[in-house]
């Protein structure tokens, strides 16, 4: 099961919807998974309107099983380098395996949220 935190709208506002995904093949790609994801979301339930047709484009491990816990509950600031998944690359590759917590995001979004990460509630 991985736990796929859907970071978005508005981080500002701490949007973010966490969702239990079962069943992923870890051999896809990041950008196959992706395009899943971005297919699925509309369909499923549970999830408020604004989350399910979003425009995300990236995700980020922001957390596994036994491992760090961001300090930012929005979203990890820290590691882009390491965290950011490569859309060329598989998920196993990225070191994505069970219990592991993505964040998905508009990087535009991403990247001015963490030059000012100031939250307004």
């Known amino acids: 099961c991985l736990r796929l935190r859907s970071s978005g709208i508005n981080a500002e506002y701490r ?5 239990p995904i079962r069943g992923v093949d870890t051999s896809q790609t990041v950008n196959a998974f992706i395009a899943k994801l971005k297919s699925d979301l509309p369909t499923t339930s549970g ?13 980020k491990i922001s957390h596994q099983a036994g491992g760090f816990k961001a300090n930012d509950i929005v979203i990890n600031l820290e590691g882009d380098e ?12 990225c070191g994505v ?8 995001f508009v990087l535009k979004e991403y990247l001015s949220y963490k030059e000012n990460p100031v939250t307004k509630w």
């Open 15 to 19: 949007s973010i919807k966490t969702i």
């Open 82 to 93: 390491e965290l950011i998944l490569p859309g060329e690359k598989t998920l196993e590759e």
């Open 47 to 59: 999830i408020p309107p604004p989350f399910k047709t979003y425009n995300y484009d990236t995700l």
């Open 97 to 104: 395996k069970s219990e592991t917590e993505l964040s998905f």
